[in-house]
Structure formats: C-alpha cells, structure tokens
C-alpha cells in the first residue's frame, strides 16, 4: 500500500526518516524578513547569515545549518519561507517548481498550487531584493 502523501509544511518525512540531508551545506537564500523575523529573535546577522555577491544565505558551521542542533532546527517555528517550502524548488531551465531530487523522500511529499504559488512569489522577492 502507498504511504499517505504529507504536505510540505508538516516535515514529518524529514522527523520519520531522522533526515537532515538538505540542512548540510546548505546554500539556502533568505528574503529581507526571513532576515527581520530571525533578528527579532536575538540572532546575529553574522552568526546565522552570509552575503554572496548580491544574496544573503543561511550560513554552514561545520559543514551543517548555523541552526541546526543535533536532528533539529532551533528555529522550526520561524524558518525561512525556502525552508518550508522545500524540497519544492524552482528549476531556473524550465521555469518550472519540482521536488529536488536530492531529497530521498521527495516521494513522500504532497505539491498543493498554493505551494507552488507561494514559492514563485518567494522567488519573485528574491530576485527584487537582489536587484
Ligand atoms: S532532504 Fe528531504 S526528507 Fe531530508 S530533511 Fe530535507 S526535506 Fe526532509
């Protein structure tokens, strides 16, 4: 019998299968209130973030997410929005959103529209910001 599809916001593939794959070297980018919303938290931009060229991304401590401790994300709650729409990417080629192949259990993973709104809009910011 299939497995029940989960949404991507629920996680539960990541937290049932123990998976931090996408938290390791991650190149993840953060929009202006990904930014906002961690600072209000009391983080240090430059403890969490770095600055590519134009991009602001999560920042790598020992190879894995500055956020990560242990099997967990300390700010679960309040992640960046790429973050809770993964493994949905946008594939720049085709213009499409897909689930990344890198993840082993995109399979697991239920696509809604909104989500695939939603990360076009994320996109959209992202490319404004970056201007
Ligand atoms: S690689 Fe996939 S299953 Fe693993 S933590 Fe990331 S989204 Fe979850």
Redesign the pocket.
Known sequence: MSKIKKQLTDGT??IE?N?????KNTEMPLTISDVERILKKGYKFQDFAVRINRETKLRNVDNVCFFLRGNRCKIYSIRPEGCKL??LIYEEDSGECILDE?????DEFKILEKDVIELKKVIKKLEDEQK
């Open positions: 593939p990541c299968h998976c931090i794959l996408c938290c993964y493994p890198i993840c082993p259990y995109r």
